[in-house]
């Protein structure tokens, strides 16, 4: 009898406490390429994606997660990008399927990049946010980081908020909170869209081209089937994400992100009025961040 109280009682830690910190999880150990083999290399921290005529390349992480903090270093094509898409973003797999974008858009040389934001929630998209950068993304490289919790997403670069995305599913509006996401990096061609909406074409001459990824950082909480759901938001010391700094951006953090959409943001789905033929999306009339 006492083996048996023994067994339950460690049942139920192991459901209570779920294994869901990753910390100093790096390329090799955590991801694992899936296009374009030849054309990329993971080694250690490192991971390189090439694209040249014949293909493009790209990884995706082992595990999928649900909330937390997903981070990398990235270091974009130098040159003449144009046509180019380098993305980053965490994705799940079914069909109505939930979705964080940061996708980088490339230029002509001397013109800056687009930093591409989006949002999918049971499959439904349209609702980009672009930004210039302040500095040159191909010098150096600089911090990408996606931070999503039950209260709000909050898009970082180099620790500066660009951009947030918070609940409303008691209003109606749907949020991703019940599938987990892998993570996932690609570099292609899309030059029927991506620069100046097709009109300037990938100039192959400067092919192969080359993007550089480096520290991947999965601090979140690893999905396990439905049970994650209720694990990883439940609102205890271990998610750190669900603490009271985390639910809302600080007065300093508010007033970064203003200065963001202020100097650097040029396109904002919710203003754009001509798109929606005015039956703008819910949750462009409540409270941004």
């Known amino acids: 009898m006492a083996k048996f109280e023994k067994m339950l009682v460690a049942l139920l830690i192991s459901a209570l406490v779920p294994n869901f910190i990753l910390v100093g999880a790096n390329f090799s150990k955590s991801m694992y390429l ?22 493009g390349s790209a990884a995706q992480s082992k595990k999928s997660f649900l909330f937390g903090s997903i981070e990398m270093l990235i270091k974009l094509i130098p040159g003449n990008s144009a046509g180019i ?79 947030v995305f918070r609940n409303y599913e008691k209003e109606g509006i749907a949020y991703p909170n019940k599938q987990g996401m892998r993570v996932y990096t690609s ?58 700094r985390y639910k809302q951006l600080s007065h300093a953090q508010t007033g970064q992100l203003n200065w963001v959409r202020k100097n650097y943001m040029i396109y904002d789905y919710c203003a754009d009025t001509k798109r929606f033929n005015g039956e703008m999306p819910p949750e462009c009339s409540r409270t941004q961040f």
């Not at 490289?141 to 670069?157: G, K």
């Not at 061609?189 to 999965?218: C, E, I, S, Y």
Request: aromatic share 16%.
């Open 34 to 55: 899936t296009w374009g083999v030849q054309h990329a290399t993971i080694q250690g921290d490192d991971l390189h994606l090439v694209l040249d005529k014949a293909s």
């Open 187 to 244: 570099l292609w061609n899309a030059d029927d869209w991506a620069t100046r909406g097709g009109l300037v074409k990938t100039d192959w001459h400067g092919a192969p081209f080359k993007a550089r990824f480096h520290h991947f950082r999965a601090k979140a909480c690893r999905w396990k089937g439905a049970i994650s759901i209720h694990q990883c938001a439940s609102n205890i010391p271990a998610n750190w994400w669900t603490s009271r």
């Open 85 to 163: 898409v380098t993305a980053y973003y965490l994705s799940s797999t079914r069909s109505q399927h939930d979705e964080i974008d940061f996708e980088f858009l490339g230029n002509s040389t001397g013109q800056p990049y687009t930093v591409h934001t989006n949002i999918y929630t049971q499959g439904k998209g349209s609702r980009e946010q672009q930004f210039y950068l302040w500095f040159d993304p191909t010098a150096n490289f600089h911090n990408y980081t996606i931070h999503w919790n039950p209260t709000e997403i909050v898009w970082y670069v180099d620790s500066l908020p660009i951009r």
